[in-house]
């Protein structure tokens, strides 16, 4: 069994929010769950681990006067999902964020994050130093 190395608790994200390239405008996916520090992704497509982005992610205007969030986040892992063999399951640690934006971000963790359920507990995660 691989070791935790989560640093930060983490929630199953109940609002479906669309994330995007914000330099191609490309759709890599939505949430599926998210922590204070970063969150994960779910993709029909793989990404590089290692690798920095620039992500816009849609729809947050219920808990904002902003409709969108944008920020750099390095993808950190990539894996097939293990229930469904056509998506891509993506961890994505937050590097570079607004304050305000920042702001905007942890509410939506408490407003949309729910516990986390058992079936995605997994050794890879977003959240390691």
């Known amino acids: 069994m691989v070791a935790e190395r989560r640093q930060l608790a983490r929630r199953n994200f109940s609002y ?3 994330v ?3 330099k191609t405008g490309e759709l890599i996916g939505h949430l ?8 994960k992704v779910e993709s029909t497509r793989a990404l590089p681990p290692n690798t920095n982005f620039r992500l816009r992610i849609e729809q947050v205007g219920q808990i904002s ?18 229930y469904d063999p056509t998506m ?8 570079d964020i607004a304050p305000s934006d920042y702001d905007v971000y ?9 516990q986390q359920s058992s079936h995605q507990n ?7 130093r």
Do not use: H
């Open 106 to 114: 942890v509410k939506m963790f408490n407003v949309y994050g729910t």
């Open 88 to 95: 891509y399951n993506i961890g994505f640690k937050i590097v």
């Open 122 to 128: 997994s050794g890879a995660d977003y959240l390691w």
């Open 16 to 18: 479906y929010m669309l």
């Open 32 to 39: 599926s769950d998210i922590s204070t520090g970063g969150f």
């Open 20 to 22: 995007n390239n914000e």
């Open 65 to 82: 006067s902003k409709g969108y969030l944008v920020f750099s986040a390095r993808a950190m892992w990539c894996q097939k999902d293990p």
